[in-house]
Every structure is written in structure tokens, then in C-alpha cells.
């Protein structure tokens, strides 16, 4: 069988982002496990402007160059790692933008969240985007990392997480790859 793909998307688009540390702390973690092929998926590359396609994604008529090369990206992988930080009590407008361009290239496939922010490890915007995930048909697995800008990076922003958090991914990750097995079944059947 074919080794799954799993994109850990970076959902900051932000100059001088702190996703940039976390992804790179996350790829780093990565590198230990053969289960799949993980990929950077940073939607900085892929500058989709606001939604300007004329139908709605579930139709799957795509206009744009820029759609049909976000679709052709996101539907080549089996599962998601988002990394999202917080703003405003959700996720950054560019991730919202970015999963509402798709519709079933998201679908019967499995997510796991790594969150951060400010004061709260960017816990309402991970459960801002489970609600979201839940309408796209993805399927979101429980354990999460939520990191704490105050806690998790020094003084100077570098990222110095403490050794549990590296468990608390990789039993994320357990359940991901578990997930995505058996998702990837599912499809094969539905299609
Ligand atoms: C527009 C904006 C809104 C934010 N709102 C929140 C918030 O509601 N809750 C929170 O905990 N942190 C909030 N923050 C802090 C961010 O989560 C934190 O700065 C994080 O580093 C941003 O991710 P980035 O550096 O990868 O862009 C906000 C930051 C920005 C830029």
C-alpha cells in the first residue's frame, strides 16, 4: 500500500510569525516517525486571494488557476496537522480562507489540531475549527498540543517547549495516523 501523506499546514501567514518556530519544532518531531510522509504545507506559497470563485466549493467547479492548484495540493494528502495560532478567539482569516476555497478535498479524511496564542494555548480557535472541520466532513482526532506564547517561548520568542510536549503530539499523532488508516478505506469505498 502506498505510504499515507500527511501536510502539517501553517495557518499564519503573518510576517515575523511564531508559526515559523512551532512548524519548525513540529518537523523536527516528525523526522522520529516512519508511519507517513509529512510535508509543510504553508499557505504563505500559496497567496490565494480572498474567495473569488463564482460557485460554491461542494460543487467542485473550480475557475481559477489558483484553485485548481490549492485542490490539486490538498487533495493529494490523507490527513491534516493544523498548526493554528489565535486570533480573535478563532483561527487567522488566511486558514479560514484557504479550507473555505475546498470542499471535497478535505472530506473523509482525518485532522489533528496544534494550537497557540496568548493566554490560552489557542484553544478557541482549535475549537473554532473542529465546528469548521465538522462541516467540511473531516475528521478530527481528540489530544492536542496547545502551546502558550508565555510559557512555551522565552523572552526573546524562541520556542523552548518542555519535554511532555513532545508526548502529547506524538499520542496526537497515534491517533492521526490510526484515523487516517482507516479513512483512507472509507474513501476507496465512496469513490
Ligand atoms: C490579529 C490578532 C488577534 C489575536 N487574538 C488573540 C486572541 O484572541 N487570543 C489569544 O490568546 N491570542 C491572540 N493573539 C495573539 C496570537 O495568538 C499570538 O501573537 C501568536 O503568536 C500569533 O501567531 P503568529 O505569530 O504565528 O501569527 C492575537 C494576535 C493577532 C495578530
Known amino acids: 500500500m502506498e505510504r499515507m501523506k500527511i501536510a502539517v499546514v501553517m495557518g499564519s501567514t503573518r510576517p515575523g510569525r511564531l508559526a515559523d518556530a512551532v512548524a519548525g519544532w513540529l518537523m523536527e518531531q516528525l523526522t522520529r516517525r516512519?508511519?507517513?510522509e509529512y510535508e509543510i504545507v504553508d499557505l504563505a506559497d500559496h497567496a490565494l486571494p480572498l474567495l473569488d470563485e463564482p460557485m460554491p466549493a461542494i460543487m467542485g467547479e473550480y475557475r481559477n488557476p489558483h484553485t485548481r492548484a490549492w485542490s490539486e495540493r490538498?487533495?493529494?494528502?490523507?490527513?491534516?496537522v493544523f498548526v493554528t495560532p489565535e486570533y480573535n478567539r478563532s483561527i487567522p482569516a488566511a486558514l479560514k480562507?484557504?479550507?473555505?476555497?475546498?470542499?471535497?478535498?478535505?472530506?473523509?479524511?482525518?485532522?489533528?489540531?496544534?494550537?497557540?496564542?496568548?493566554?490560552?494555548?489557542?484553544?478557541?480557535?482549535?475549537?473554532?475549527?473542529?465546528?469548521?472541520?465538522?462541516?467540511?466532513?473531516?475528521a478530527d482526532v481528540r489530544s492536542t498540543v496547545a502551546f502558550n506564547k508565555y510559557v512555551d517561548f522565552d523572552?526573546?520568542?524562541?520556542?523552548?517547549?518542555?519535554?511532555?510536549?513532545?508526548?502529547?503530539?506524538?499520542?496526537?499523532?497515534?491517533?492521526?495516523?490510526?484515523?487516517?488508516?482507516?479513512?483512507?478505506?472509507?474513501?476507496?469505498?465512496?469513490?
Request: charged share 25%.
Open 97 to 138: 480562507n484557504a479550507l473555505d476555497y475546498l470542499y471535497a478535498e478535505w472530506g473523509d479524511k482525518a485532522a489533528g489540531i496544534v494550537s497557540y496564542g496568548a493566554d490560552a494555548g489557542g484553544a478557541r480557535a482549535a475549537e473554532h475549527l473542529r465546528q469548521i472541520l465538522g462541516e467540511l466532513r473531516v
Open 74 to 80: 490538498v487533495a493529494g494528502f490523507d490527513a491534516f
Open 155 to 191: 523572552a526573546e520568542h524562541r520556542f523552548a517547549p518542555a519535554p511532555y510536549r513532545s508526548d502529547e503530539l506524538h499520542l496526537m499523532l497515534d491517533q492521526l495516523v490510526s484515523w487516517a488508516a482507516a479513512l483512507r478505506a472509507t474513501r476507496a469505498v465512496a469513490r
Open 34 to 36: 516512519e508511519d507517513a
